[in-house]
């Protein structure tokens, strides 16, 4: 069984988030162990510098680079590449052939720095549209649900 890793960066602060990942984190049980770590936000402060924003990237990407291990890592990122519902599905069958997990980063507000960029093996944009980095968390837990979905051919995805 294929184990999925999200790592994220700071805290889901909602209930109704947290709520949500708690749901498709058990729907996701019946198809792949799935695990969520979360990293401390680097503190910055209120109108922070480009070279503040820099080392709080840096600092945040060594935190999340210590708890990927040997996972093939995906990084969700604006520059990333965008993929229908059915391409993550495809992709996770491919990792799911020769790796036993998988790990997809997403990182906070300032996005996440080039060391964990550099690490991933795909970079993957959600959309062209710009979203809380706290509800792209419970979007990419339901479509790694619907991409095992399609998968099995459930009916799930329509």
């Known amino acids: 069984m294929l ?93 799911q052939q020769r790796d036993s997990s998988i790990c997809f980063v997403i990182g906070g507000s300032y996005g996440l720095s080039d060391a964990v960029k550099d690490a991933a093996f795909l970079r993957l944009s959600m959309s062209q549209m710009t979203f809380p980095h706290q509800l792209a968390r419970v979007m990419l837990a339901e479509q790694i649900y619907r991409a095992f979905s399609i998968s099995r051919g459930g009916k799930y995805h329509k």
């Open 3 to 95: 184990t999925v890793q999200i790592i994220a960066v700071g805290k889901l602060k909602e209930s109704w988030l947290r709520e949500a990942m708690a749901e498709y984190g058990k729907r996701l049980g019946a198809f792949c162990r799935f695990t969520v770590t979360e990293v401390e936000e680097y503190r910055l402060p209120e109108d922070p510098s480009p070279a503040q924003i820099h080392k709080g990237l840096e600092e945040e990407g060594r935190e999340i680079l210590r708890h990927v291990g040997k996972s093939p890592l995906v990084a969700l990122c604006i520059e990333g590449k965008q993929r229908p519902s059915q391409g993550l599905a495809q992709l996770l069958e491919e990792v």
